[in-house]
Every structure is written in C-alpha cells, then in structure tokens.
C-alpha cells in the first residue's frame, strides 16, 4: 500500500474524503493518498485540479480509524448477464468514456475498462452508468485490498 506524504494529514484527523493520485511516469509507481475537506465527488473535482499531471485520480475506500482498506487501481470489472461480443464491449465502452483493458479469459461475461480520460471521469459514477445499462449485471472499481488479522 502507499505511503502518505508526511505534510498530509491523516484521513481520520479531517472529516472529508480521501483519494488515491497516480502519477504520470512509468508503471510500478505507487499512488499518493491525499485528504480533502467536501465530499468525495467534488472533492475528487478539486484533486484532479490540483494534480493535474497525475495519470488517475480516484476515491480509497478507509475504515473507521482512517486507515486505507482498499486502494483502487483505475480500472471498473463489468460484469454482462450473457457474454457479449467484441463489437458490443467496444461499443458500451465508447458510449460512456472508456476503452476495453482487457477481457477476462476465465469469465466470459465479464470485461475490465479504463476511463478515456481520468480527468473527467468519476469511477464510483462509470460505475452507476455501466450498472444501468441492460445487457450488464454488475460493475465495480478493480482495487487492491489490505487485511489484518484480528
């Protein structure tokens, strides 16, 4: 998991939301977590306008204590009630800002996309317009997850 920037605070000293910045670079690099006062859609607003060279800006998902749970990756996994075609993902994509990463080799139904353009696009609502459309049974933000032991 990243590391926070010792002139940020800690999520759980400010009420707000919490977001993972990626920089632009070569791959392997890790997100910075930066905090912001507003709520999660027009604070992601206001991060994407301050990193403005960063590759993605995206929520962390953090438990009670203000530590990272989930970390996400940029990416939304769609899920189809029946395996659609190349032509048809293409298409889905296209309509609501993204492009086809990949497709799943063991799960035909499902497809993983990235947004065109992170700058405009909010992952939690990719995933509210993918979820509404009628050919797909579910979709959701690819993260990477942390787990303790009780």
């Keep these: 998991m990243p590391r926070r920037r010792k002139e940020e605070p800690a999520p759980a000293a400010e009420a707000g939301s919490t977001f993972a910045v990626m920089p632009s670079g070569p791959p392997g690099q890790d997100p910075i977590i930066v905090t912001h006062p507003g709520d999660s859609s027009t604070g992601w607003s206001d991060v994407v306008e301050q990193y403005r060279d960063a590759a993605w800006v995206a929520p962390v998902e953090t438990d009670e204590a203000g530590e990272t749970v989930s970390m996400p990756t940029g990416e939304v996994t769609v899920r189809f009630h029946e395996a659609p075609s190349d032509e048809a993902v ?7 800002g993204a492009q086809v990463a990949r497709r799943n080799e063991l ?3 499902q497809v993983v996309v990235t947004p065109t353009d992170h700058r405009v696009t909010y992952l939690p609502e990719l995933c509210q317009r993918l979820q509404a459309e009628a050919t797909v049974e579910q979709a959701w933000p690819n993260t990477r997850s942390r787990y303790r032991r009780a």
């Design 90 to 96: 293409e298409a889905l994509a296209r309509r609501h």
């Design 107 to 109: 799960q035909p139904r």
